[in-house]
Nanobody, 115 residues
């Protein structure tokens, strides 16, 4: 059973930074890709960033330059570095891992950007 556990969320002021972590229960090179999505209140879940097994990264156009996805295979962890945070970045952030047969989701971590 694959488990993904996110951490690192919290309350931050506008312009601040946070780094989210997603720890997987199995070796992450087993996944075709991993990524982050987010869901704000009253809105649909949206893609934030992905990283493939070949370390190709993609980002939502609106987030390029502020967010960076990375991974540490030795720690079975994927990170999302978020800089210059804005109130509109407030959302629950979810980690996802993709295999040829399944997508696995974490339970999410809350990020609130407010003064």
């Amino acid at each position: 059973q694959v488990q993904l556990v996110e951490s690192g969320g919290g309350l931050v002021q506008p312009g601040g930074s946070l780094r989210l972590s997603c720890v997987a229960s199995i070796r992450i090179f087993s996944f075709k890709a991993m990524g982050w999505y987010r869901q704000a209140p009253g809105k649909e879940r949206e893609l934030v960033a992905t990283i493939t097994s070949g370390v190709t990264t993609t980002y939502a156009d609106s987030l390029k330059g502020r967010f960076t996805i990375s991974r540490d295979i030795a720690k079975n962890t994927v990170y999302l570095q978020m800089n210059s945070l804005k109130p509109e970045d407030t959302a629950v952030y979810y980690c996802v891992a993709t295999t040829p047969n399944n997508d696995y989701w974490g339970r999410g971590t809350q990020v609130t950007v407010s003064s």
